[in-house]
C-alpha cells in the first residue's frame, strides 16, 4: 500500500490547455506579435483538429487574461503584453497546484472586497449604468436555466471597472475565470445558489449606488463565503488527497 501511495494521478491535458500552449509558443517565438491576427476560427478548427466549442474556450480565457483582444471588424488579435509577463501568467495558469486553490481562493476574497470598497468610494453614474446590465444580463440567461458563468463574472469584473485600480482588476481576471470554472465543474454553486447570488449581487450594487464602502466590502465577502466554506470543508480536503494520489 505505501508504494501504491508514492504513484500520483496522472493529469490529463486539455484541447483547450494544448491550444493555449500552442498559441503561448508562437508568441514567445515571434510568430505572433502584438496586433497581429489569428487565423480564422474555421481555418484553425480544421488545422487544429478540434471543434470551434475548444477553440473558443481557449481564446476566451487568453482574453481574460489579457493576452488576446477581439477588435470588432479585425477579428481576435494578440495583446500588446511582455514576454517574460505572457509566459509567466500562462505557466502558472496551466500548472497551478490543487493544493494552492485554497489560497487562491483566499486571495480572490480579500481583492474582491477590496474591490467591492473602492467601487463605492470612486463608482461614476457611467458604472452603474454598466453593473445594472450586467446583473440584468446574468438574471435573463439564469432565468432560461441554462449556465450563467460569463454573467456572473461579468458583473464582478464591472466592480473592478467602477474602482479604478487597473492593477487590482488585472489581478482578479488572473484568479476568478479559473476559480469560477472549478466551481462550475464540481457544482458547489448548484440547485438554488444562483438566485442567491443575484439578491447579492443586487445588494453589493445597492451599496455601491450609496457609496457606502463598508457595506459594500461586507457584501461582496458575504457573497463569497460559500466558496470559502467549501475550501475549508472535509469534502475539499479529501478531494485534494484524491487528486494528488494520497487517498
Given at each position: 500500500m505505501e508504494v501504491l501511495n508514492s504513484f500520483s494521478q496522472i493529469e490529463i491535458e486539455s484541447p483547450v490547455d494544448k491550444i493555449i500552449r500552442q498559441i503561448r509558443?508562437?508568441?514567445?517565438?515571434?510568430?505572433?506579435?502584438?496586433?497581429?491576427?489569428?487565423?480564422?476560427?474555421?481555418?484553425m478548427c480544421e488545422r487544429l483538429g478540434v471543434g470551434r466549442t475548444h477553440l473558443r474556450d481557449a481564446i476566451k480565457k487568453l482574453e481574460f487574461y489579457g493576452i488576446l483582444k477581439t477588435l470588432p471588424q479585425s477579428g481576435t488579435v494578440v495583446a500588446g503584453m511582455g514576454l517574460p509577463a505572457l509566459e509567466g501568467l500562462i505557466t502558472d495558469m496551466l500548472s497551478l497546484h490543487n493544493n494552492d486553490f485554497k489560497s487562491l481562493v483566499e486571495t480572490r476574497v480579500l481583492l474582491e472586497t477590496q474591490s467591492a470598497m473602492l467601487a463605492a468610494k470612486n463608482?461614476?453614474?457611467?458604472?452603474?449604468?454598466?453593473?445594472?446590465?450586467?446583473?440584468?444580463?446574468?438574471v435573463v440567461?439564469?432565468?432560461?436555466?441554462?449556465?450563467a458563468v460569463e454573467e456572473d463574472l461579468l458583473f464582478h469584473i464591472k466592480i473592478a471597472d467602477a474602482g479604478k485600480n487597473s492593477v487590482l482588476k488585472s489581478l482578479l481576471?488572473?484568479?476568478?475565470?479559473?476559480i469560477m470554472a472549478?466551481?462550475?465543474?464540481h457544482d458547489v454553486c448548484g440547485d438554488g445558489l444562483t438566485e442567491v447570488a443575484i439578491e447579492q449581487h443586487r445588494t453589493i450594487l445597492e451599496h455601491i449606488r450609496n457609496r457606502d464602502h463598508e457595506k459594500a466590502g461586507a457584501a461582496l465577502a458575504e457573497h463569497l463565503?460559500?466558496?470559502?466554506?467549501?475550501?475549508?470543508?472535509?469534502?475539499f480536503a479529501q478531494w485534494t488527497k484524491s487528486k494528488n494520489g494520497k487517498a
Open positions: 509558443d508562437l508568441i514567445s517565438s515571434g510568430h505572433l506579435n502584438p496586433g497581429d491576427r489569428l487565423p480564422s476560427e474555421r481555418q463608482r461614476t453614474e457611467e458604472d452603474l449604468v454598466e453593473l445594472q446590465k450586467a446583473l440584468d444580463a446574468h440567461k439564469a432565468s432560461q436555466g441554462v449556465d481576471m488572473i484568479i476568478a475565470p479559473d472549478f466551481f462550475k465543474k463565503s460559500n466558496i470559502v466554506e467549501f475550501v475549508n470543508s472535509p469534502d
